[in-house]
Nanobody, 124 residues
């Protein structure tokens, strides 16, 4: 089993940057694909980015391409989401998740473990 704890959220002005972290417990972190999702008020949780177990494969939602970068450090059992050029529409609770699909996935149903989320608010 994997427990995930996100951190790094906060309030930032439009155009600013934030780096989210996702710390995982357990010795099998490196075998999981990791994903980032977000949920804005009144909306469904949506895919943002995913990264494979090795970090060699990553892909993004169209809304994140060119602005967000997903990475991981298996030695530290931590995944990251670097967000730049933030927009007010990026405001949401951001969740990290662990998938038994080692190459990651854009589908919520592929993820067995979820963190509690961290709030990101982008002011205009």
């Amino acid at each position: 089993q994997v427990q995930l704890v996100e951190s790094g959220g906060g309030l930032v002005q439009a155009g600013g940057s934030l780096k989210l972290s996702c710390a995982a417990s357990g010795r099998t972190f490196s075998s999981y694909g990791m994903g980032w999702f977000r949920q804005a008020p009144g909306k469904e949780r949506e895919f943002v980015a995913t990264i494979s177990w090795s970090g060699g494969i990553a892909y993004y939602a169209d809304s994140a391409k060119g602005r967000f970068t997903v990475s991981r450090d298996n030695a530290k059992n931590t995944a990251y989401l670097q967000m730049s050029s933030l927009k007010p529409e990026d405001t949401a609770v951001y969740y990290c998740a662990a998938s038994r699909f080692p190459d990651g996935s854009s589908s919520r149903t592929s993820y067995a473990y979820w963190g509690q989320g961290t709030q990101v608010t982008v002011s205009s």
